[in-house]
T-cell receptor, first 114, second 121 residues
Framework: GIQVEQSPPDLILQEGANSTLRCNFS?????LQWFHQNPWGQLINLFY???GTKQNGRLSATTVATERYSLLYISSSQTTDSGVYFC????????????????FGKGTLLTVNP | GAVVSQHPSWVICKSGTSVKIECRSL??????MFWYRQFPKQSLMLMAT?????????EQGVEKDKFLINHASLTLSTLTVTSAHPEDSSFYIC?????????????????FGPGTRLTVT
C-alpha cells in the first residue's frame, strides 16, 4: 500500500515562530488532507489539498502532486496550535479512481511554548 | 457545516460485555462512513468502511465478527465491539465522507467525529 511519511516527528517552538511540516507519499493520490488533532482527540480539518496551494489565516499548504509531497506552513505560531498534525492521503487506484479511504502518516507533534 | 458526532464520548465496560458506539453526520448525508482506531501516541488505523444499506468492508486483520458495523441510514453508522477484552481498549474515531466540488472535480472530504474512548476492565 501507499506509504506516508511526515517530518519532523516532533517540533518545539516559541510562540511567534514560523514552521514548515512536510508530508511525503509514495504513490499518486486522489485526495490529500491535513488535520490538527487537539489534546482531546478531535481531528480538525485544515486543508483538502490534492494539488496546488491554499491559505487559511496563519496556515497555508502546498501540494506538489507530481513530486509526491505536501507542505503545511504555520506562521506566527500560538500556544493553541499545539497538538499533532496529520497528513492523510487517498491513493489513486489502478483504474484512476478513488477508494475514498485515507491512509494516515504518523503525525508531527507540535509544542508551542509561551 | 460538516459536523460529525459520536456517542458516547467515553465508556468503561467489563470484559465479556458488548459496547455500541454511534456516529452521526448532523448536517449532511453520508453514504460512506469510516471507523478508525487510535492507540496512545500513534496514528489512526482504518478498521472498516461502512456503506449505507450494504455490508461493511473490513481492513485486513480486523475481525468482522468482533467489530460489527451497521449503516442503517444516510446519517448514522454504529460500531459494536462484541465480547470486549482489555486489549480492545482504545480510542475509536469515525468519519463521514461528504461529496463536494474542488477545482472543478468531485471531492470526498472526510470529517471526523470527536472519538470514543473505550476502557475494558
Amino acid at each position: 500500500g501507499i506509504q506516508v511519511e511526515q517530518s519532523p516527528p516532533d517540533l518545539i517552538l516559541q510562540e511567534g515562530a514560523n514552521s514548515t511540516l512536510r508530508c511525503n507519499f509514495s504513490d499518486s493520490v486522489n485526495n490529500l488532507q491535513w488535520f490538527h488533532q487537539n489534546p482531546w482527540g478531535q481531528l480538525i480539518n485544515l486543508f483538502y489539498i490534492p494539488s496546488g496551494t491554499k491559505q487559511n489565516g496563519r496556515l497555508s499548504a502546498t501540494t506538489v502532486a507530481t513530486e509526491r509531497y505536501s507542505l503545511l506552513y504555520i506562521s506566527s505560531s500560538q500556544t493553541t496550535d499545539s497538538g499533532v498534525y496529520f497528513c492523510a492521503v487517498d491513493p489513486l487506484s489502478r483504474s484512476g479512481g478513488s477508494n475514498y479511504k485515507l491512509t494516515f502518516g504518523k503525525g508531527t507533534l507540535l509544542t508551542v511554548n509561551p | 457545516g460538516a459536523v460529525v458526532s459520536q456517542h458516547p464520548s467515553w465508556v468503561i465496560c467489563k470484559s465479556g460485555t458488548s459496547v455500541k458506539i454511534e456516529c452521526r453526520s448532523l448536517d449532511f448525508q453520508a453514504t460512506t462512513m469510516f471507523w478508525y482506531r487510535q492507540f496512545p501516541k500513534q496514528s489512526l488505523m482504518l478498521m472498516a468502511t461502512s456503506n449505507e444499506g450494504s455490508k461493511a468492508t473490513y481492513e485486513q486483520g480486523v475481525e468482522k465478527d468482533k467489530f460489527l458495523i451497521n449503516h442503517a441510514s444516510l446519517t448514522l453508522s454504529t460500531l459494536t465491539v462484541t465480547s470486549a477484552h482489555p486489549e480492545d481498549s482504545s480510542f475509536y474515531i469515525c468519519s463521514a465522507s461528504r461529496p463536494g466540488l474542488a477545482g472543478g472535480r468531485i471531492s470526498y472530504e472526510q470529517y471526523f467525529g470527536p472519538g470514543t474512548r473505550l476502557t475494558v476492565t
